[in-house]
C-alpha cells in the first residue's frame, strides 16, 4: 500500500499532573483523553513520562548488614545487604565510604540502570575476583539521580527497607497528552484552557458536579516607582492595543528549581534559566507569552512599541540579521529596537547570567500583524503561534503578577515599580444572541435549557439576558472564534457531546430533481472502478513550488507558507510524482495512483488577467502491475496498460468514438490526445527524463490527465441509450495485413468501420510482427473482425461481401496487402 502525507495541526503538550493543579479530578489519563477527544481536542497520544529516565525501576532500599576486606582486591568490599522479604544478597562494592548499618539504593539482577553520563547498562549476577555479586549497591550518578561519584548514595536512616526507589524519592510518572490543536482554538492552548473545558464536560455528564478550575493566586506587594522602574510608551495603538508590564530587581539568575525543571521538561520544553523558564511556565500554564528583558540594556528607562523605517537591519536571537518591513510592530528603546513584538527576541536585550533587574513585559499584539511578521519572517514560536491565532487582552496583568510572583519565589529580587497597564481602548465581550429553538434545529435535538445554560456559564459565557425562548450572551475575548449564533451552538454541542446526539427513528426526505450531470454520482462511480483495478486515490496540496512551472502563467500566493508552496498548482503531474518519490524513498514502487484536483492557470485577457480554474482526474502507474507470485508472472506498467484503463474510465462515462493522436508535449517523451467531437478529453504519456530527474524516480512513469470539467459539460448533453442485448449470433472473421510503418492502428480501425457502418460491431489487433521475414519498411497487423445483424442470422454471403468491402478499403486507403 502506498504512503500519504496528512496535514498536521500545531501540536501541544499538556501534562496530566500539571493539568491536576487547576481542577479536581479523579479520571484515569486513558478516561480524560477520551473527554479531551469528544469536546473536539484531538489527542493524538499519551506518552508516560519519567523525570529519572527508566523511573528508578528494579532498585529498592537496602540496608548494609555486613562489610568485609574481599581476600583478593585491596580497593573492594564484600557486603550482604538486606533488601527486605528475608532477603539477604551478596554484593561486591568498590565504594570507600560503604560501612554497615547504611541505608542505601541497590540494584538488583535484571535491573537496567540509566546513570547522568554514558550508556545504560544492566546488573547481572557475576563474580568479581572470586566473589559472588548479586547486585549493586548504587551512586546518584549511577541511577541519574545526580553527577556525583565520589561514591555510593547513603540514604536517611529512617528510609524504609524493601521500598521501591521511585516511591522513596517520590519521582512519581506523569503523564502527557499530546493534542492536535485546530486553529481556531487558541482559547486552549494552555493548561487552564484545557482545564476549563474539562470542567464544562465533567458539569454536563454529571448534573450533580459543580467542577470549577482553580486560577493561581496572583496577590503581588507592588512597591512604589523608584528610579530604577521603566516607563512605557505604546505609538501604535492599533498593532498593540495593550501593553503591560513590570520592573523587578535584585534578583540572582540561576538554574531552575527541580519542580519547575521537572514540568516544563515534562511538555518537551527545554530549561535555559529560571527567569525565561518561568516565562515559559506561565505562557503553558495561561496562554499568555511574557518576555524579560535586561532592564540595564534598555537606554532611557524607557519601553517605546512602534515601528521602525522599513529596511532597518535588526538582529535577533539566533544571530540573523532580519531586514524590518512597515508591518513589524517592534520593542524599542529610546536607540533601539530590542524585539520583534510577538514574535522573537533581540540578540542584545534578553537575559544572561550578569542579569540582576528585569522588565518584564506581558501585551496583546493584533493578530494580523504578528501573522504578517512572523510569515514574512519565516519566523515560528510559542509566542507568534498564540498572537496569531489572538489571546486573550484581559489577562496580561494577571499573567503578569503571576510570573512577578514566581520570580520572587525563585530568583528573588523586589519589585520596584507599579504594574505598568496602557489599555486605552477596552475589548469589550463579544454580544451574541442565543435562540434556543435554533439551537435545536442546529443541533437536531431538544437539549434541556438548564444544561445549555450551565454549559454556557462553565465556558465563561455571561448570559446578560434572558427571555422570549432565548438568550443574550456576553462572550469572553479569549473565544476569538464564537462570535456568531453559530459558534455558540457549537461550543454546546462538543461540550454536550457529539456521540450523545442520536439518530432519528425516522429518515424524512423528498423527491428532488437534480440536474444532469450527477458530478458526484460521477466521480464515486468512476473511483470505485478505480480502485476495482488496483488504483489508490491520493489528496495532495493544491499550493507547489514556482520552480515546477517556468511558462508565467502560475497563480502567486501573495504571502506562502514557504517557497515549496508558494503557487497553485498548473497540473496534477507534479504532486503525484511528489507522491511517487515519497513512495519509492521507502521501497515501495509499485505504484497505481489516482487524484481528482483542481488546477489553477492565469492568462492575459484585453489588458487584464484572466483565472482559469479547472476540475482534473489524474492516472499514473509505474513499477510492477501486479506482486510477485509463483504461479503467474510480473508485468511492467507501460503506455498501453495506462491506454487500455483511460478508455476504461471514458467507457464508464459513455464515451465511445474516441479519437487519439500523438502529440509533442514538454513534460512526456512518448505522448497522445484523447478527443470527443474535436474537444480534447485527456492526454496521456510516458514521463520524460528531465521530468522524473527533478524528483529523482529511476522507474519509468505513465500519467494521464482527463478534464473532468470538459467531461462534465459534455455530459450534460450526452442521452443514455438503452439498447436490448442480441438476439442474434456474432460472426468473427480474422485479416492478416502488411502495411508499411507509417501506417498506425486507428487509422485501418477508421477505415474498416467506414467501409462497413451496418454489421462491423467491433474491431481489434490481436498480433504485430516487425522482422527479417518481411521487408524491412513493412510490418505485419493480425486484426479481427466481429460482425453482427440485430435483427437476422448472417448469411455467409452477407459475411463474405461485408469482409470484400472492408478489404477493399483498407487496400485503397492504406496500401495494406491481404496476406493469405
Not at 459534455?714 to 442485448?725: A, C, F, R
Request: neutral net charge; charged residues 25%.
Amino acid at each position: 500500500m502506498p504512503y500519504f502525507w496528512h496535514s498536521y495541526f500545531k501540536k501541544m503538550k499538556i501534562s496530566y499532573s500539571w493539568l491536576k493543579s487547576y481542577i479536581a479530578i479523579t479520571n484515569t489519563p486513558e478516561e480524560l483523553a477520551e473527554m479531551l477527544t469528544d469536546c473536539g481536542l484531538e489527542v493524538e497520544s499519551i506518552e508516560k513520562h519519567q523525570s529519572i529516565k527508566g523511573g528508578l525501576e528494579g532498585i529498592v532500599i537496602g540496608e548494609v548488614k555486613t562489610k568485609e576486606k574481599h581476600p583478593d582486591a585491596d580497593r573492594l568490599s564484600v557486603t550482604t545487604v538486606d533488601i527486605g522479604n528475608n532477603t539477604i544478597l551478596n554484593i561486591v562494592c568498590g565504594a570507600a565510604n560503604v560501612a554497615a548499618g547504611q541505608k542505601v539504593a541497590v540494584a538488583k539482577i535484571g535491573t537496567k540502570l540509566y546513570p547522568t553520563t554514558g550508556e545504560p547498562f544492566e546488573i547481572k549476577k557475576s563474580k568479581i575476583r572470586g566473589a559472588i555479586s548479586e547486585g549493586m549497591i548504587c551512586a546518584e550518578d549511577e541511577i541519574g539521580l545526580g553527577t556525583s561519584h565520589d561514591g555510593i548514595l547513603i540514604l536517611d536512616n529512617n528510609a524504609e527497607i524493601g521500598t521501591n526507589a521511585s516511591e522513596y524519592f517520590k519521582l512519581g510518572d506523569d503523564y502527557v497528552f499530546e493534542i492536535g490543536l485546530t486553529p481556531n482554538r487558541a482559547d486552549a492552548a494552555s493548561h487552564i484552557g484545557i482545564a476549563r473545558d474539562l470542567a464544562a464536560v465533567i458539569n454536563c455528564k454529571n448534573k450533580n458536579s459543580d467542577c470549577k478550575i482553580t486560577i493561581p493566586d496572583t496577590k503581588l506587594n507592588a512597591t512604589a516607582q523608584s528610579a530604577n522602574a521603566i516607563a512605557v510608551e505604546v505609538a501604535d495603538a492599533i498593532a498593540c492595543p495593550r501593553y503591560s508590564g513590570i520592573t523587578i530587581s535584585n534578583i540572582k539568575v540561576s538554574a531552575s528549581p527541580d519542580w519547575l525543571k521537572k514540568r516544563l521538561e515534562a511538555i518537551g520544553v527545554r530549561c535555559i534559566n529560571n527567569i525565561v523558564d518561568i516565562t515559559n511556565y506561565v505562557l503553558h500554564e495561561m496562554g499568555q507569552p511574557l518576555h524579560a528583558f535586561d532592564a540595564n540594556k534598555i537606554a532611557g528607562k524607557k519601553i517605546i512599541v512602534k515601528k521602525l523605517p522599513t529596511g532597518t537591519k535588526f538582529k535577533t536571537l539566533d544571530e540573523i540579521e532580519r531586514t524590518l518591513t512597515e508591518n513589524d510592530l517592534m520593542i524599542c528603546d529610546e536607540n533601539v529596537g530590542l524585539c520583534i513584538a510577538g514574535v522573537f527576541g533581540g540578540i542584545n536585550s534578553g537575559v544572561s547570567d550578569s542579569t540582576t533587574s528585569i522588565f518584564l513585559e506581558s501585551a496583546y499584539f493584533d493578530a494580523v500583524h504578528v501573522r504578517k511578521t512572523a510569515k514574512h519572517h519565516a519566523l515560528k514560536t510559542d509566542a507568534s503561534f498564540r498572537f496569531e491565532r489572538g489571546t486573550d487582552p484581559n489577562i496580561t496583568v494577571t499573567a503578569l503578577k503571576r510570573a512577578a510572583q514566581l520570580i520572587i519565589e525563585v530568583a528573588g529580587g523586589e519589585i520596584v515599580s507599579e504594574i505598568i497597564d496602557v489599555y486605552p481602548t477596552k475589548i469589550e465581550p463579544f454580544k451574541v444572541p442565543l435562540s434556543f429553538a435554533n439551537c435545536d434545529a442546529l443541533i437536531g435535538k431538544k437539549i434541556d435549557h438548564e444544561i445549555i445554560k450551565n454549559i454556557l456559564r462553565s465556558l465563561e459565557i455571561e448570559i446578560v439576558n434572558e427571555g422570549n425562548d432565548a438568550l443574550l450572551l456576553a462572550v469572553p475575548p479569549f473565544k476569538v472564534d464564537v462570535q456568531r449564533e453559530a459558534d455558540v451552538i457549537e461550543e454546546i454541542l462538543r461540550v454536550y457531546g457529539y456521540n450523545n446526539i442520536e439518530f432519528p427513528d425516522k429518515l424524512h426526505s423528498s423527491l428532488s430533481y437534480s440536474a444532469k450531470p450527477d458530478a458526484d454520482y460521477e466521480r464515486k462511480k468512476i473511483s470505485g472502478s478505480l480502485a476495482a483495478n488496483g488504483f489508490y486515490e491520493i489528496f495532495c496540496n493544491s499550493l507547489t513550488k514556482a520552480a515546477y512551472y517556468d511558462n508565467g502563467s502560475s497563480v502567486k500566493l501573495l504571502n506562502p507558507l514557504s517557497n515549496d508552496l508558494n503557487v497553485m498548482r498548473q497540473n496534477l503531474l507534479f504532486s503525484g510524482l511528489e507522491v511517487i518519490a515519497y513512495n519509492q524513498n521507502r521501497k515501495n514502487s509499485d505504484l497505481k495512483l489516482f487524484e481528482f484536483g483542481t488546477t489553477y492557470l492565469q492568462v492575459a485577457a484585453a489588458e487584464k488577467i484572466k483565472y482559469i480554474e479547472e476540475k482534473k482526474l489524474s492516472l499514473l502507474c509505474t513499477g510492477n502491475l501486479n506482486t510477485e507470485i509463483w504461479h503467474q508472472k510480473t508485468a511492467n506498467a507501460d503506455f498501453y496498460y495506462l491506454k487500455s484503463v483511460l478508455q476504461l474510465v471514458l467507457t464508464n462515462l459513455g464515451f465511445s468514438n474516441l479519437k487519439q493522436n500523438s502529440i509533442s508535449h514538454p513534460l512526456f517523451s512518448q505522448a497522445s490526445e484523447i478527443s470527443v467531437n474535436k474537444k480534447t478529453i485527456a492526454v496521456l504519456g510516458k514521463a520524460n527524463k528531465k521530468t522524473t530527474k527533478q524528483f529523482d524516480i529511476k522507474n519509468d512513469v505513465f500519467a494521464a490527465e482527463i478534464n473532468w470539467t470538459t467531461i462534465l459539460q459534455l455530459l450534460k448533453t450526452k442521452q443514455t441509450i438503452y439498447k436490448e442485448i442480441g438476439k442474434f449470433p456474432e460472426v468473427r472473421r480474422d485479416l492478416a495485413l502488411l502495411v508499411d510503418k507509417a501506417v498506425n492502428y486507428d487509422q485501418l480501425e477508421q477505415v474498416a468501420y467506414q467501409a462497413e457502418k451496418k454489421i462491423l460491431k467491433t474491431v481489434n489487433l490481436f498480433d504485430v510482427y516487425e522482422g527479417d521475414k518481411i521487408e524491412g519498411s513493412k510490418k505485419s497487423y493480425a486484426m479481427s473482425f466481429i460482425l453482427q445483424d440485430e435483427t437476422a442470422t448472417l448469411t455467409d454471403k452477407q459475411i463474405e461481401s461485408a469482409m470484400e468491402r472492408i478489404s477493399k478499403s483498407l487496400s485503397e486507403k492504406t496500401g495494406a496487402i491481404i496476406r493469405q
